[in-house]
């Protein structure tokens, strides 16, 4: 039964990939999310079902497209398989509870958020405030006794609050500090909204997120330096990504990664 239900999310989150694909593309540029139907944006080759099937289509295709013979971007299914296999983790985290809900909607929204800052450098606010408006909504549902954010730890509903103003307010504590540092903005409005989004399903563990993040990033900004130093060093690296990483794998293993901290440092 259970690998019926992984599965069953498996097909579901490569589903919400190819929807959050339109959401990438489109939401950036203003345009609307449910009108018109998919279609090549080389080309403006209507999209029939067949050609739409998530992963299977790109594979079929030879990741062309099937009117004017485009490379489609491998970023589609990538998002999609993304998307299918934190489905399938989530399930197997936190089996069919309610926890899955807000589960599903976090990942998914860091997923979307994500790839939109790695191609734009914005974190667009029509997104990013119905979240959290969202997921202030589970947040009530978890003082009513039924259980929602935060998803980590069973912590209580003080936590989520906090995570909230830990994440939100350390990455503007930080973008304060460097701006008078560096002289230029170092951190955007739109990084600092979404670690507050994280934090409310974070709660204190947050902080590990951010840290994984700015760990992530600094290896990624090495390497990028290292292969082209002159292009790097004059580049804005968009930080949405790695925030998105490390709340992702905070989510499912903060807890074995504090454990072990504390057992090497000889606190446990």
């Known amino acids: 039964m259970s690998l019926f239900y992984e599965g069953l999310f498996f097909i579901a989150g490569t589903i919400a990939g190819s929807f959050l694909n339109v959401c990438i593309y489109r939401i950036p540029r203003g345009k609307s999310i449910l009108s018109p139907s998919s279609h090549c944006p080389a080309c403006g080759y209507k999209i029939r079902p067949i050609d739409n099937i998530p992963l299977l289509s790109y594979i079929l295709l030879k990741g062309k497209c099937r009117s004017c013979k485009k490379k489609i971007s ?4 990538l998002v999609e398989l993304i998307t299918g296999l934190l489905w399938v983790q989530l399930y197997n985290h ?5 926890q899955l809900i807000p589960g599903l909607f976090f990942v998914t929204l860091l997923v979307v958020l994500a790839a939109i800052d790695y191609d734009t450098n914005l974190i667009p606010n029509k997104i990013m405030l119905p979240a959290i408006a969202i997921s202030f909504v589970f947040t009530v549902l978890y003082v009513l006794k039924i259980k929602s954010v935060p ?3 069973n912590a209580g509903v003080g936590w989520s ?9 350390l990455l503007y504590l930080i973008a304060i500090i460097a701006s008078a540092v560096f002289r230029k903005d170092a951190m955007g409005g739109g990084d600092i909204k979404l670690a507050a989004f994280a934090g409310l399903y974070l709660g204190g563990y947050i902080l590990l997120a951010l840290f994984i993040g700015f760990f992530l990033g600094a290896i990624v900004g090495i390497i990028l330096i290292a292969k ?5 060093m004059s580049k804005t690296m968009p930080f949405g990504p790695f925030i998105a990483a490390g709340s992702i794998i905070t989510l499912f293993f903060g807890l074995q990664l504090w454990s072990k901290y504390l057992a090497l440092a000889g606190l446990s």
């Open 74 to 77: 491998l970023r589609y299914p």
């Open 94 to 98: 936190f089996g069919l509870t309610f």
């Open 151 to 153: 998803i980590i730890a």
């Open 161 to 169: 609050v906090a995570g909230f103003f830990i994440g939100g307010g």
């Open 228 to 232: 082209d130093k002159s292009k790097s």
